[in-house]
């Protein structure tokens, strides 16, 4: 980027192709004071602007090769294959879309790369220029560069004002911001430069991978600021709720409706009718998520494989659901006390609460401490008023739960516990069987073996 691209605003080439002389091709000037110095809280268009204006927007707006990128070449939900992330792309483009109409504030875009975030950027300085306005695109680090350069004698624009240029463009995108750059210098000026912005309440857009609560405390205070800034997550965050399986779920991964073995021959005939109605409580429920359904039996009945199969059901959907182990999750959350985790404590129990569709697989093999106890309750309390979809496995009986949390689950409105009666698969169940007083496990608490109440 050269000095005269710095100000990002239009001029009209002079013959020869001479930069103004007034705005050195800025396209805007700053109103002189009465003591004779320049006013740089404020940019009034200079006069040289007019004819070839749009050609010399774009060559000034420092765009480059992305002026391609329009708005008609982005798809509005983004390439995702996440429902959610589509959800979350479509809000920040319809956004950036009506901030290109009318720039207004602040628009802060957060994601990973490859999440979209620099094009939706790209797409509003195109918009601007387009029709003959002014915008300045530039990366955090390309401006640092100038900057330092700018303090070469030789320089055409001096660093005082070309600093000033870029502080009071009336439209700036910074690309690719860092919460914290590498050297002091360099953090000073990127404060210098948004305080000044922030101050004026000048129009500006700001792209990072940083998600803006890990960012500075300075930048941190500004960027919460709702009244003047707007921040959208793009692609994946540790808020995710995920279409694919964590890799530590190797196991859970194959577990699916197919392969799940509901006629086991070596079964008693009111055993393989049990798990048949199992079987069929978890499809329908797959199929159409509503309510809360608890499957109970004793370890290794099937209740994991049944809850797997309606998450991996879900995901070739391509629609959200999450697994959680209890045990697991409550250890998360003890760690995530920590002041350097992530996700956070409150990310990580926010994320389990709002779900659209949750396994809790083990509950009740928790420790049974109070603040475990709490937890939990929190989550399934949350749940319950929200009526959101929930699968819960248990080796407990209702009676052995918490009452709080026992109570809900038992709520035939909202609940449909249901027994599994089955034996351990994983053990010799024909030898099992042959045993004198073998007998399968008695339905637990007040779960019940009705059919599919969905048919």
């Not at 091709?25 to 320049?38: C, H, I």
């Not at 779960?447 to 969905?454: G, L």
Request: charged share 20%; hydrophobic share 35%; glycine share 6%.
């Amino acid at each position: 980027m050269s000095a005269d691209t710095t100000a990002g605003s239009s001029s009209a080439e002079e013959p020869n192709n001479r930069l103004c002389s007034r705005c050195r091709g800025a396209g805007f000037v700053y109103p002189t004071l009465p003591d004779g110095k320049p006013d740089y809280t404020k940019a009034t268009r200079c006069n040289c602007t007019g004819t070839g204006r749009v050609r010399n927007q774009i060559q000034l707006s420092n765009l480059g090769a992305l002026a391609n990128l329009t708005f008609e070449k982005l798809t509005p939900q983004g390439l995702s294959g996440n429902i959610l992330v589509q959800g979350r792309y479509k809000e920040a483009y319809e956004a950036t879309r009506q901030f290109a109409a009318n720039p207004c504030g602040w628009l802060v875009l957060t994601g990973a790369p490859g999440s979209g975030k620099t094009h939706l950027a790209a797409a509003i300085a195109a918009e601007r220029l387009s029709g003959g306005e002014s915008a300045l695109f530039v990366t955090a680090a390309d401006l640092l560069d100038h900057l330092r350069t700018s303090f070469n004698p030789d320089s055409q624009l001096p660093y005082d004002r070309f600093f000033y240029q870029v502080k009071g463009t009336p439209l700036l995108i910074l690309d690719d911001l860092v919460s914290r750059a590498a050297t002091p210098w360099a953090q000073e000026k990127l404060d210098q430069l948004l305080n000044y912005r922030y101050l004026h309440e000048l129009p500006t857009v700001i792209t990072t991978e940083t998600d803006h609560a890990d960012m500075s405390e300075r930048w941190f205070s500004r960027l919460g600021n709702s009244h003047l800034v707007r921040v959208f997550s793009l692609g994946d965050t540790v808020g995710d709720l995920d279409l694919s399986w964590r890799a530590d779920f190797k196991l859970q991964q194959t577990m699916t409706f197919g392969n799940f073995d509901h006629h086991r021959l070596n079964l008693s005939q009111e055993v393989r009718d049990n798990l048949e109605r199992a079987y069929s409580l978890a499809l329908g429920f797959a199929q159409d998520p509503s309510g809360w359904l608890v499957f109970q039996g004793m370890t290794g009945a099937g209740k994991t494989h049944l809850a797997a199969a309606i998450v991996n059901y879900r995901y070739q959907a391509h629609q959200p659901a999450m697994f959680v182990v209890v045990p697991e999750f409550l250890d998360h959350l003890r760690s995530s006390f920590s002041s350097d985790a992530r996700p956070t404590y409150d990310q990580l129990l926010e994320r389990v609460k709002v779900t659209p569709l949750l396994v809790l697989d083990d509950f009740g093999e928790q420790s049974a401490t109070p603040w475990a106890q709490e937890k939990l309750y929190q989550v399934l309390n949350y749940r319950y008023n929200a009526q959101l979809p929930t699968v819960i496995t248990t080796s407990r009986s209702l009676e052995e739960l918490e009452n709080r949390i026992s109570s809900r689950l038992a709520d035939r409105k909202m609940s449909t516990p249901f027994n599994i009666i089955a034996p351990d698969y994983r053990t010799d169940i024909t030898v099992n069987q042959g045993k004198r007083g073998y007998r399968p496990r008695p339905s637990l608490g007040r779960a019940n073996t009705r059919t599919n109440p969905r048919g």
